[in-house]
């Protein structure tokens, strides 16, 4: 079964550093990796995907992820962390089990940018 | 451009109470899903609509229904509801076909079972 995992329950980052926030995938096949995030009292919203090509792939809000196949990795990055970007952020992974697109979350990762 | 829309909001039941949460897109999408988000466990798939007039399980079924009334709406119904139950559920849809379209996700429903 396909599943992603979420090591860290929260990141702590100072505005203006950098910020990276980890996931790792298990899959049988060739994975399809999105990231989420998702604000107070709001559904998710797309970040980002990883289908195929390269392994550096940009998104909404000045977000990046860098997939790693060697360490079934696919960290979420930014250059330089905002205030605004304090929110809970979720990886997850297509389930090629079935036929249909349906997709697993990991357990999600609060990151906390202080001022 | 509302997206997925969620009705109701907020919602406190009293145990074997039942109720139905009603979910809306307008981006004529094909797929349906309905999650339920509880702390430190991410989000559990409950039902899913891969098209108008299907409906299958997902990871957590046990104690809901699910109908897909048109392509727009999707709900889900709790007959009894336990307060194993509380949660914020949330709808989604995407276009369906190709794996990797992402999903809109309404802004939820939370949902208090005493």
């Known amino acids: 079964a396909q599943s992603v995992a979420q090591p860290e329950d929260q990141v702590n980052v100072a505005e203006g550093n950098p910020l990276t926030v980890k996931c790792t995938y298990s899959?049988?096949?060739?994975?399809?990796l999105f990231w989420y995030v998702q604000y107070p009292n709001r559904g998710l919203q797309f970040l980002l995907k990883?289908?195929?090509?390269?392994?550096l792939v940009k998104g909404s809000y000045g977000f990046e992820a860098e997939f790693n196949k060697s360490q079934t990795s696919f960290h979420l990055k930014k250059p330089s962390a905002l205030v605004s970007d304090s929110a809970l952020y979720f990886c997850?992974?297509?389930?090629?089990?079935?036929?249909?697109?349906?997709?697993?979350f990991g357990t999600g990762t609060r990151l906390l940018v202080s001022p | 451009n509302a997206g997925v829309t969620q009705t109701p909001k907020f919602q406190v039941l009293k145990t074997g109470q039942s109720m139905t949460l009603q979910c809306a897109q307008d981006?004529?999408?094909?797929?349906m899903y309905w999650y339920r988000q509880d702390p430190g466990m991410g989000l559990r798939l409950i039902y899913y609509?891969?098209?108008?007039?299907?409906?299958d399980k997902g990871e957590v079924p046990n104690g809901y229904n699910v109908s897909r009334l048109n392509k727009r709406e999707f709900s889900l119904r709790l007959e009894s509801a336990a307060p194993s139950q509380t949660s914020v559920y949330f709808c989604?849809?995407?276009?369906?076909?190709?794996?990797?379209?992402?999903?809109?996700f309404g802004d939820g429903t939370r949902l208090s079972i005493l």
């Open positions: 989604a849809s995407s276009e369906g076909g190709p794996f990797d379209q992402p999903q809109h």
């Open positions: 899959v049988s096949g060739n994975p399809y």
């Open positions: 990883y289908i195929t090509g390269d392994n």
């Open positions: 997850a992974v297509r389930d090629m089990d079935t036929g249909f697109q349906k997709l697993v």
């Open positions: 981006m004529n999408h094909n797929s």
């Open positions: 609509s891969a098209s108008e007039g299907t409906t």
